[in-house]
């Protein structure tokens, strides 16, 4: 270890430690697997937005780090060298840095933030030639359904999207509130019974990410993760083909039956689906479907919910 | 202030404010040789400091209503298939609750003066007076309470009856609590007689029941006069 | 007879939590029992539990805080050592537990360590800071620390009796309304919330007045400590912002008790209101529990550099620009529900703003310690970690704050460590360095600094190995409050945290070995004239510590840092000041009010928990007679003759002569 190391060590072990964690967090600029590693363009400018804001603030932290530990060691009471200087306790030039800095860094900021915001919000769609590609998302307890309304089947567990293609889901939830979240792909939204929030994704290249809930909802929470697949466009429509061929439908009493709680669902497929039903459980026409306990549950306006 | 000044001086104004030179010879004396107001005249009596607290009290019920009148402009039109508020208001009943309030504050403004007077009798028929005028309110309140329950219109039937009952109801309590409040302190005006501590809970009394009163004005155009429009 | 409470409700087959529950039932009685023998029950019936002294409140307050942070430590540990071994296995807690240990750790962290231990140093510090006798209240400070004892006892209650919330501190509906939480676990939640919520209140209150209307005669504002001022601030949120939590949570009581739509799914309910209203509280609660920490080493920093605090005026702007802003944030706990752009965009760029306050703050701070002598006590270290520590959490906050940012990480461990950094590296530092530097005047005697510094480095240490590394499993997509995980990428920084809480409960242990061995070699360590560390503000003019009427004469303020220059005359003239004119003192008496109170509340709570109704309606009407009864009092204070005091006075002022001529000046 160099002299310097060494030094530094000695003098000050913090300078180690504070130097230690934006060194870790920049290194993982190419960390695969996680946000900071997107594969869909909305990732790609969410992370993008991340990194700049982190250089950023990066700029005004870290000379102040280095400000306090300097100050600290150079001012201690055995450094004879150190002007002790007890008047020193008002310096309008030091004020004016100290509050005009930060709000010029905000103000550049608060630019990211707007722009930022309108070009990635979750709703507004994503510029493509291509046709996005429509998927209806319910969260369950505790598994994810995936609707595709113009192919006519649906999947429990599994997202199979082509790639290169905008995908254009509208969610909800069938009970208590979740968090739809493929980190590689980028935003998440919530999901929430008897409302419809939109999401605009994409994935560049053929691919196997991981998606997940980011809202606990209870029990099986953990379980509640799902394989997002890209694949290119004749593997996807090869994919419908064989998910129209599966054992079940997904109807109104097949949906029931999925309502009960249950985790660690292996992923399967549907047939067909009910043209009608996301938007039935969208607007609760089908109702909530039920905890762990039915006879407990508080009065209710409409009947219990058909077993 | 100069670089002269004695450790003592500079330590008396260290950001070189300069407004309190006048305190530097006088030694173990008085600080200031007046009392500003803002409490430099060193502590404040004991009916101020109970009269403000208990404004900085009235000032958090205040903030407590306003999250159940936000969460009933959320919910207003949550009626869920059900009633809405036209369907269900009885005016007239209202309008009563509002008489009755109006005048239980007069009553209590007019105990008040008694008070002042230092009249037994005249401030426990004043209060008397308030605390039926209070009783009254909360019957008609209950009632229509009850008949709104009667016709399946209870809070149990949409998240707007939730809001109304809650809001309304949460009123209800604090006259209610403001009743028996009221009855322990002609209790205690009657067996101890005008103490300077009781004359402080009487001044935080009449604070609390106008302010219900205010709130009541609030809940009446928000809930009542708004709500009929829809 | 009993409700919903039957035999059953004693976790009778789960090994963890009954053994745990027997243990601390054992421990209790058995300390019950020693103070009984020992005949110490009146001494504390006298002294502690009917004392309504800020002082003595003051110290409660702390101690049930940190009795709390070492409960809310224990489920971290667990937590932590459950995801250590949870990769593609089950670990050995099962998720009904594993869930409600997070939402215990949370609840019990904020309200029942962070808030009492603030609130706590609050009531000791600031009536001796302002020069006065005691607080606006002082029965109302009483009952205020016993409702929140109430409160923790009820929510450590479901650890024995039944279950706690399986939601998270925030019990967020659906999830927590009665057809997903069917059990008594949100319920406990609920009424330890709602009773502890009200003495919380009481508390703002109190505060409020006192700092407004009660200081030593020549105290104006601008001459206050800054410790007052962020105390202020800290309270003025108290009295905004607890009133919304109330409401909220009386709401979803209302919804789970009386069967209320306000958060269902069905009849209109609307569950993202809950959300709002609940962050419309949140966020200014962890500005009520910063700000005090900030006041805290802005004290300390201070001190321990020899200099006033660097930019007064500044620091007292920045904390008000902080308490009114922090009301207009409240939306960036939750970009990812879908407000749409320009929403969040508001509240994203608002969010900035109020970084703008607290960057102004460690700056001034750093330019107090310019042209200082410091030196490196134990709570100027904890201060030095905290300034590294929480630049870094700030950072990673107003990362955060953009929208586009917290789309990939809401909900993350990223925002799990950035609220731990901000926390522990403000409120619980904040929580030792305050308590290091007051326990002196507290109890006459100073903590042993080697042990002190022990415990610093190790939990500073402790706290970059756990939460670094959840920096980067956060950023490799891992989401919070997962039971078990089967992504092999996380498994390594998990592991490593792992290791970390370790090193954090070595930082626990030389607490406690800290204390022992204070109170062991407390004549070494024993403060002789009140003022062991050469502090600038009124509290260290006292002795330590101090009689119970704080001051003999309220002491005339005559600039800001007014005891500071009290000293500096003395030293200049080699002399005290003359003797004052000493007169009886009024002081309130003691009285039972509040924790008999406290006690039928609990009842009432309990009682509600499990839908005992008869005994909610005797609580009720218990704690109603409570109410008459003591407003029935006719004797409410008692008098210190003038002697006693002049000879209380007398004895402070020969130790600090003696001081003066031993040390002719120079800082003890």
């Given at each position: 270890?160099?002299?310097?190391?060494?030094?530094?060590?000695?003098?000050?072990?913090?300078?180690?430690?504070?130097?230690?964690?934006?060194?870790?967090?920049?290194?993982?600029?190419?960390?695969?697997?996680?946000?900071?590693d997107?594969?869909?363009?909305?990732?790609?400018?969410?992370?993008?937005?991340?990194?700049?804001?982190l250089?950023?603030?990066?700029?005004?932290?870290?000379?102040?780090?280095?400000?306090?530990?300097?100050?600290?060691?150079?001012?201690?009471?055995?450094?004879?060298?150190?002007?002790?200087?007890?008047?020193?306790?008002?310096?309008?030039?030091i004020?004016?840095?100290?509050?005009?800095?930060?709000?010029?860094?905000?103000?550049f900021?608060?630019?990211?933030?707007?722009?930022?915001?309108?070009?990635?919000?979750?709703?507004?769609?994503?510029?493509?030639?291509?046709?996005?590609?429509?998927?209806?998302?319910?969260?369950?307890?505790?598994k994810?359904?995936?609707?595709?309304?113009?192919q006519?089947?649906?999947?429990?567990?599994?997202?199979?999207v082509?790639?290169?293609?905008?995908?254009?889901?509208?969610?909800?939830?069938?009970?208590?509130?979740?968090?739809?979240f493929?980190?590689?792909?980028?935003?998440?939204?919530?999901?929430?019974?008897?409302?419809?929030?939109?999401?605009?994704?994409?994935?560049?290249?053929?691919?196997?990410?991981?998606?997940q809930?980011?809202?606990?909802?209870?029990?099986?929470?953990?379980?509640?993760?799902?394989t997002?697949?890209?694949?290119?466009?004749?593997?996807?429509?090869?994919?419908?083909?064989?998910?129209?061929?599966?054992?079940?439908?997904?109807?109104?009493?097949?949906?029931?039956?999925?309502?009960?709680?249950?985790?660690?669902?292996?992923?399967f497929?549907?047939?067909?689906?009910?043209?009608?039903?996301?938007?039935?459980?969208?607007?609760?026409?089908?109702?909530?479907?039920?905890?762990p306990?039915?006879?407990?549950?508080?009065?209710?306006?409409?009947?219990?919910?058909?077993? | 202030?100069?670089?002269?000044?004695?450790?003592?001086?500079?330590?008396?104004?260290?950001?070189?404010?300069?407004?309190?030179?006048?305190?530097?010879?006088?030694?173990?004396?008085?600080?200031?040789?007046?009392?500003?107001?803002?409490?430099?005249?060193?502590?404040?009596?004991?009916?101020?400091i109970?009269?403000?607290?208990?404004?900085?009290?009235?000032?958090?019920d205040?903030?407590?209503?306003?999250?159940?009148?936000?969460?009933?402009?959320?919910?207003?039109?949550?009626?869920?298939?059900?009633?809405?508020?036209?369907?269900?208001?009885?005016?007239?009943?209202?309008?009563?609750?509002?008489?009755?309030?109006?005048?239980?504050?007069?009553?209590?403004g007019?105990?008040?003066?008694?008070?002042e007077?230092?009249?037994?009798?005249?401030?426990?028929?004043?209060?008397?007076?308030?605390?039926?005028?209070?009783l009254?309110?909360?019957?008609?309140?209950?009632?229509?309470?009850?008949?709104?329950?009667?016709?399946?219109?209870?809070?149990?039937?949409?998240?707007?009856?939730?809001?109304?009952?809650?809001?309304?109801?949460?009123?209800?309590?604090?006259?209610?609590?403001?009743?028996?409040?009221?009855?322990?302190?002609?209790?205690?005006?009657?067996?101890?007689?005008?103490?300077?501590?009781?004359?402080?809970?009487?001044v935080?009394?009449?604070?609390?029941w106008h302010?219900?009163?205010?709130?009541?004005?609030?809940?009446?155009?928000?809930?009542?006069?708004?709500?009929?429009?829809? | 007879m009993?409700?919903?409470?039957t035999?059953?409700?004693?976790?009778?087959?789960?090994?963890?939590?009954?053994?745990?529950?027997?243990?601390?039932?054992?421990?209790?009685f058995?300390?019950?029992?020693?103070?009984?023998?020992?005949?110490?029950?009146?001494?504390?019936?006298?002294?502690?539990?009917?004392?309504?002294?800020?002082?003595?409140?003051?110290?409660?307050?702390?101690?049930?805080?940190v009795?709390m942070?070492?409960?809310?430590f224990i489920?971290a540990?667990?937590?932590?050592?459950?995801?250590?071994?949870a990769f593609?296995?089950?670990g050995?807690?099962?998720?009904?537990?594993?869930?409600?240990?997070?939402?215990?750790?949370?609840?019990?962290?904020?309200?029942?360590?962070?808030?009492?231990?603030?609130?706590?140093l609050?009531n000791?510090?600031?009536?001796?800071?302002?020069?006065?006798?005691?607080?606006?209240?002082?029965?109302?400070n009483?009952?205020?620390?016993?409702?929140?004892?109430?409160?923790?006892?009820?929510?450590?209650?479901?650890?024995?009796?039944g279950?706690?919330?399986?939601?998270?501190?925030?019990?967020y509906?659906?999830?927590?309304?009665?057809?997903?939480?069917?059990?008594?676990?949100?319920?406990?939640?609920?009424?330890?919330?709602?009773?502890?919520?009200?003495?919380?209140?009481?508390?703002?209150?109190?505060f409020?007045?006192?700092?407004?209307?009660?200081?030593?005669?020549?105290?104006?504002?601008?001459?206050?400590?800054?410790?007052?001022w962020?105390?202020?601030?800290?309270?003025?949120?108290?009295?905004a912002?607890?009133?919304?939590?109330?409401?909220?949570?009386?709401?979803?009581?209302?919804?789970?008790?009386?069967?209320?739509?306000?958060?269902?799914?069905?009849?209109?309910?609307?569950?993202m209101?809950?959300?709002?209203?609940?962050w419309?509280?949140?966020?200014?609660?962890v500005?009520?529990?910063?700000l005090?920490?900030?006041?805290?080493?802005?004290?300390?920093?201070?001190?321990?550099?020899?200099?006033p605090?660097?930019?007064?005026?500044?620091?007292?702007?920045?904390?008000?620009?902080?308490?009114?802003?922090?009301?207009m944030?409240w939306?960036h706990?939750?970009?990812?529900?879908?407000?749409?752009?320009?929403?969040?965009a508001?509240?994203?760029?608002?969010t900035s703003?109020?970084?703008?306050?607290?960057?102004?703050?460690?700056?001034?701070?750093?330019?107090?310690?310019?042209?200082?002598?410091?030196?490196f006590?134990?709570?100027?270290?904890?201060?030095?970690?905290?300034?590294?520590?929480?630049?870094?959490?700030?950072?990673t906050?107003?990362?955060?704050?953009?929208p586009?940012?917290?789309?990939?990480?809401?909900?993350?461990?990223?925002?799990?460590?950035?609220?731990?950094?901000?926390?522990?590296a403000g409120?619980?530092?904040?929580?030792?360095?305050?308590?290091?530097?007051?326990?002196?005047?507290?109890?006459?005697?100073?903590?042993?600094?080697?042990?002190?510094?022990?415990?610093?480095?190790?939990?500073?240490?402790?706290?970059?190995?756990?939460?670094?590394?959840?920096?980067?499993?956060?950023?490799?997509?891992?989401t919070?409050?997962?039971?078990?995980?089967?992504?092999?990428?996380?498994?390594?920084?998990?592991?490593?945290?792992?290791i970390?809480?370790?090193?954090?409960?070595?930082?626990?242990?030389?607490?406690?070995?800290?204390?022992?061995?204070?109170?062991?070699?407390?004549?070494?360590?024993?403060?002789?004239?009140?003022?062991?560390?050469?502090?600038?503000?009124?509290?260290?003019?006292?002795?330590?510590p101090?009689?119970?009427?704080?001051?003999?004469?309220?002491?005339?303020?005559?600039?800001?840092e007014?005891?500071?220059?009290?000293?500096?005359?003395?030293?200049?003239?080699?002399?005290?000041?003359?003797?004052?004119?000493?007169?009886?003192?009024?002081?309130?008496?003691?009285?039972?009010?509040?924790?008999?109170?406290a006690?039928?509340?609990?009842?009432?709570?309990?009682?509600?928990?499990?839908?005992?109704?008869?005994?909610?309606?005797?609580?009720?009407?218990?704690?109603?007679?409570?109410?008459?009864?003591?407003?029935?009092?006719?004797?409410?204070?008692?008098?210190?003759?003038?002697?006693e005091?002049?000879?209380?006075?007398r004895?402070?002022?020969?130790?600090r002569?003696?001081?003066?001529?031993?040390?002719?000046?120079?800082?003890?």
């Amino acid at each position: 270890m160099s002299s310097w190391a060494a030094f530094l060590l000695q003098r000050r072990p913090l300078l180690w430690r504070v130097s230690a964690a934006p060194i870790i967090l920049l290194s993982l600029s190419n960390c695969s697997g996680g946000v900071l590693d997107p594969q869909g363009p909305i990732g790609a400018a969410n992370a993008k937005i991340l990194l700049n804001a982190l250089g950023i603030m990066l700029v005004i932290v870290v000379p102040t780090i280095i400000a306090i530990l300097i100050f600290a060691w150079w001012f201690r009471a055995s450094n004879t060298r150190a002007r002790y200087r007890p008047d020193f306790v008002y310096s309008g030039g030091i004020e004016t840095v100290v509050w005009g800095i930060p709000i010029l860094v905000i103000l550049f900021l608060g630019g990211v933030i707007w722009i930022g915001s309108h070009d990635l919000d979750p709703f507004k769609p994503i510029a493509s030639p291509a046709k996005p590609v429509e998927v209806q998302v319910v969260s369950l307890d505790w598994k994810w359904l995936f609707i595709y309304p113009e192919q006519g089947v649906a999947s429990v567990n599994e997202l199979v999207v082509p790639a290169g293609v905008p995908v254009h889901f509208s969610l909800t939830s069938a009970s208590v509130m979740n968090m739809f979240f493929v980190p590689q792909l980028g935003t998440m939204i919530a999901t929430m019974n008897g409302m419809v929030t939109q999401l605009h994704l994409a994935a560049d290249k053929p691919g196997e990410f991981y998606g997940q809930s980011a809202q606990y909802s209870g029990g099986g929470f953990s379980d509640m993760n799902f394989t997002v697949r890209a694949v290119p466009q004749d593997a996807f429509a090869q994919w419908v083909a064989t998910a129209r061929q599966s054992r079940s439908a997904l109807d109104r009493s097949s949906y029931l039956a999925l309502c009960q709680q249950s985790s660690n669902v292996r992923p399967f497929t549907y047939r067909e689906v009910d043209a009608g039903l996301f938007n039935a459980v969208a607007s609760q026409q089908l109702p909530p479907c039920p905890g762990p306990n039915i006879e407990r549950a508080g009065a209710t306006v409409r009947p219990p919910p058909e077993r | 202030m100069s670089a002269t000044d004695t450790p003592f001086e500079r330590a008396g104004d260290p950001y070189r404010v300069g407004r309190s030179r006048d305190w530097v010879s006088t030694g173990a004396g008085r600080g200031h040789v007046y009392a500003t107001g803002h409490g430099e005249g060193g502590p404040a009596s004991k009916r101020v400091i109970v009269g403000y607290g208990f404004w900085i009290f009235l000032l958090s019920d205040i903030v407590m209503f306003s999250a159940f009148f936000a969460a009933h402009a959320v919910l207003q039109t949550a009626t869920a298939g059900g009633p809405s508020g036209r369907e269900l208001f009885n005016l007239w009943s209202i309008v009563a609750q509002t008489a009755f309030l109006l005048v239980s504050s007069f009553t209590c403004g007019l105990s008040a003066v008694a008070t002042e007077a230092r009249n037994q009798l005249w401030t426990q028929v004043a209060l008397l007076v308030t605390g039926l005028f209070g009783l009254g309110f909360l019957v008609l309140e209950g009632r229509d309470f009850a008949g709104m329950v009667m016709q399946g219109a209870g809070p149990d039937r949409s998240a707007f009856l939730s809001s109304l009952f809650a809001v309304v109801g949460l009123h209800g309590l604090h006259v209610s609590a403001g009743l028996l409040w009221l009855g322990t302190m002609m209790a205690q005006i009657f067996v101890k007689g005008f103490r300077a501590d009781i004359l402080r809970r009487l001044v935080c009394f009449n604070l609390f029941w106008h302010a219900l009163d205010i709130i009541w004005v609030a809940l009446f155009t928000v809930v009542y006069l708004i709500g009929l429009g829809r | 007879m009993f409700g919903k409470l039957t035999w059953d409700a004693i976790p009778w087959n789960q090994p963890i939590p009954l053994v745990a529950g027997a243990v601390v039932v054992l421990a209790v009685f058995a300390v019950v029992i020693w103070v009984v023998l020992k005949g110490y029950l009146p001494y504390l019936w006298r002294e502690w539990i009917t004392s309504v002294d800020h002082k003595r409140i003051g110290v409660m307050y702390t101690l049930l805080g940190v009795i709390m942070l070492l409960r809310g430590f224990i489920d971290a540990i667990m937590m932590r050592s459950q995801q250590a071994i949870a990769f593609r296995a089950a670990g050995y807690l099962p998720p009904e537990h594993y869930d409600q240990i997070f939402s215990a750790h949370g609840t019990i962290m904020i309200f029942f360590a962070a808030m009492p231990i603030v609130i706590g140093l609050m009531n000791f510090v600031v009536p001796l800071q302002l020069g006065v006798r005691d607080v606006a209240f002082p029965t109302l400070n009483s009952t205020s620390f016993w409702l929140t004892a109430t409160g923790a006892l009820l929510v450590n209650l479901s650890l024995v009796i039944g279950e706690f919330a399986r939601t998270g501190w925030l019990v967020y509906p659906p999830l927590s309304e009665l057809p997903y939480s069917p059990g008594v676990g949100v319920d406990y939640y609920l009424w330890a919330l709602l009773i502890s919520g009200v003495g919380t209140l009481m508390t703002g209150i109190n505060f409020v007045t006192t700092i407004l209307k009660i200081r030593a005669p020549g105290m104006s504002y601008l001459r206050m400590t800054i410790f007052c001022w962020t105390a202020l601030a800290a309270n003025l949120l108290i009295v905004a912002a607890f009133p919304i939590l109330t409401a909220t949570l009386g709401m979803l009581a209302l919804d789970r008790y009386l069967g209320f739509h306000f958060f269902t799914n069905d009849a209109g309910g609307n569950m993202m209101m809950f959300i709002n209203l609940i962050w419309a509280w949140g966020h200014p609660e962890v500005y009520i529990l910063v700000l005090p920490a900030f006041g805290i080493f802005s004290e300390v920093i201070s001190t321990f550099s020899g200099k006033p605090l660097f930019n007064y005026r500044s620091m007292v702007a920045a904390t008000m620009f902080i308490c009114l802003v922090s009301y207009m944030v409240w939306l960036h706990h939750f970009f990812t529900m879908g407000a749409g752009a320009d929403v969040n965009a508001f509240f994203g760029i608002s969010t900035s703003i109020i970084a703008v306050g607290t960057g102004v703050k460690v700056y001034n701070w750093l330019f107090t310690m310019y042209g200082g002598r410091i030196r490196f006590t134990t709570p100027m270290l904890w201060s030095l970690g905290f300034l590294v520590t929480f630049t870094i959490g700030g950072m990673t906050g107003v990362l955060l704050a953009v929208p586009p940012a917290d789309f990939l990480l809401h909900n993350s461990l990223f925002l799990v460590a950035h609220f731990h950094n901000v926390i522990i590296a403000g409120v619980v530092f904040a929580a030792f360095a305050g308590i290091t530097y007051w326990f002196p005047k507290a109890f006459g005697f100073k903590l042993d600094e080697g042990w002190g510094k022990a415990a610093f480095w190790l939990s500073l240490l402790g706290f970059y190995v756990v939460f670094m590394p959840l920096y980067v499993a956060g950023l490799l997509g891992m989401t919070r409050r997962l039971q078990h995980y089967d992504v092999a990428a996380w498994r390594p920084w998990v592991l490593v945290a792992g290791i970390g809480i370790v090193i954090m409960m070595a930082a626990a242990a030389c607490q406690v070995i800290q204390f022992v061995v204070s109170v062991r070699r407390r004549n070494e360590l024993r403060d002789a004239t009140g003022d062991p560390w050469d502090g600038r503000s009124l509290e260290w003019a006292t002795t330590s510590p101090p009689p119970p009427f704080n001051f003999a004469v309220l002491p005339n303020v005559q600039g800001a840092e007014p005891y500071w220059g009290i000293k500096q005359r003395a030293i200049e003239t080699q002399q005290l000041s003359p003797e004052p004119k000493y007169e009886p003192i009024e002081m309130p008496r003691n009285s039972p009010t509040g924790f008999i109170t406290a006690f039928f509340c609990t009842m009432t709570g309990f009682a509600l928990i499990w839908h005992i109704w008869w005994m909610v309606a005797l609580g009720l009407l218990a704690a109603y007679a409570v109410f008459v009864w003591f407003a029935w009092r006719d004797a409410v204070e008692y008098s210190i003759p003038a002697e006693e005091v002049a000879r209380y006075d007398r004895e402070r002022r020969r130790a600090r002569e003696q001081w003066l001529a031993q040390h002719g000046g120079q800082p003890a």
